[in-house]
């Protein structure tokens, strides 16, 4: 991938994320990166997403609960709207 490209990807990311909670930073973006990852692999691969959770349940765990986080901050930030 080109430079050009990850910047623009970046910023879409990063867009994306602030739409989200109002917010953004780099933390929040790479959580919204592995949700956006694990959901669509999910969505187009549940086998694969089953083995991982399978061969790594504390990560599966740590996954629940920050895509939980994610819900409750866009909740948040969509009911102070």
């Not at 953004?24 to 691969?45: C, F, G, P």
């Not at 549940?46 to 765990?61: E, F, G």
Request: glycine share 4%.
């Amino acid at each position: 991938m080109n430079e050009e490209l990850k910047a623009q990807m970046d910023g879409l990311l990063e867009k994306y994320t602030e739409l989200l909670f109002g917010e953004t930073n780099s933390d929040l973006k790479e959580q919204v990166r592995a949700w956006i990852l694990y959901s669509h692999i999910a969505k187009s691969m549940p086998p694969l997403v089953q083995h991982w959770n399978s061969t790594y349940p504390d990560a599966k765990v740590e996954m629940k609960k920050m895509i939980a986080g994610i819900k409750e901050r866009n909740e948040q930030f969509r009911s102070k709207k």
